[in-house]
């Protein structure tokens, strides 16, 4: 079921079905909580899956010129609190994984486990910062051209042909966020904090999905980061959209994983 919560002036939109131990899915940047629907109709049957449209996505309204992922956290952290959930598992692609590790770290009593798919917890680098402000630039002279380049990159390049259909829909949804959305939500990710401590600090149950041929983010870095941590690693030799170009291969990983979060 869809439904609206408002949060300081702006209206945001989530779903919230299935019963059992809550499942909190955060979409990343360009996406809505729709992209979650094939996976969460198979989970709803054991877990109360909750998609939130982050703030400028999907049918959620904007919240300033500036998202960040602190306070797109918090929003996500008052429509939890407005469920009355105390202990949920976390999973967030992408940009949504940032958000993840803010909740993690500003609230980890309530995170029974953390899934990290095809993101990561470095903060930006100076060369991705100055990609982030082209980006910004790109977006207010012609956010539709923006769009229709961006989202095929994030398929592995073998992938782009493969799934063609797929990406044509992912770029039709793409299309709805508005302009300011996706300025606010670059403008926040290009000064989010470092949050790779987290990763050794806590010992709830922690899982990265990594793409081994996703250009969006570095493999390396990302292997590095889970060194000296307890952090399940699954990588696919495929691009940064998992939950398409390895959907059933992640599927059985996220069951298994689910088992671990009690």
Same mark, same amino acid.
């Not at 922690?206 to 060194?227: C, H, P, R, V, W």
């Given at each position: 079921m869809v439904s609206v919560f408002e949060y300081k002036g702006s209206k945001i939109s989530y779903s919230d079905e299935g019963k059992g131990n809550a499942l909190v899915f955060i979409h990343?940047?360009? /996406?809505?909580? +729709?992209?979650?629907?094939?996976?969460?109709?198979?989970?709803?049957?054991?877990?109360?899956?909750?998609?939130?449209?982050?703030?400028?996505?999907?049918? +959620?309204e904007n919240h300033g010129y500036i998202h960040t992922m602190k306070e797109q956290a918090e929003m996500i952290k008052a429509v939890l609190n407005k469920l009355r959930l105390r202990r949920y598992t976390l999973i967030g692609h992408s940009m949504g994984g940032y958000i993840a590790l803010e909740l993690l770290k500003n609230h980890s009593k309530n995170v029974r486990g953390l899934?990290?798919?095809? =993101?990561?917890?470095?903060?930006?680098?100076? /060369?991705?910062?100055?990609?982030?402000?082209?980006?910004?630039?790109?977006?207010?002279?012609?956010p539709g051209l923006f769009i229709k380049v961006a989202i095929p990159m994030l398929f592995s390049e073998k992938n782009r042909s493969v799934f063609r259909k797929e990406i044509d829909h992912v770029t039709t949804k793409a299309m709805k966020t +508005?302009?300011?959305?996706?300025?606010?939500?670059? /403008?926040?990710?290009?000064?989010?904090a470092n949050n790779s401590e987290l990763l050794k600090k806590h010992k709830i149950p922690?899982?990265?999905?990594?793409?081994?041929?996703?250009?969006?983010? =570095?493999?390396?870095?990302?292997? /590095?980061?889970?060194?000296n941590s307890k952090v399940k690693v699954e990588v696919f030799n495929d691009g940064h959209m998992s939950h398409i170009e390895n959907y059933d291969a992640?599927?059985?990983?996220?069951?298994?994983?689910?088992?671990?979060?009690?």
């Open positions: 990343g940047f360009l /996406e809505e909580k +729709s992209m979650w629907k094939l996976l969460t109709n198979g989970f709803k049957v054991k877990y109360r899956c909750i998609c939130i449209d982050l703030f400028g996505h999907g049918d +959620s899934v990290l798919q095809n =993101s990561t917890s470095y903060a930006d680098t100076a /060369e991705k910062i100055v990609n982030r402000n082209r980006a910004i630039i790109a977006v207010k002279e012609n +508005s302009t300011q959305g996706i300025v606010a939500a670059l /403008e926040g990710m290009k000064i989010r922690i899982l990265m999905i990594i793409g081994k041929e996703d250009t969006a983010l =570095s493999y390396n870095s990302l292997i /590095e980061q889970t060194k992640l599927k059985t990983c996220f069951a298994d994983f689910f088992k671990t979060c009690n």
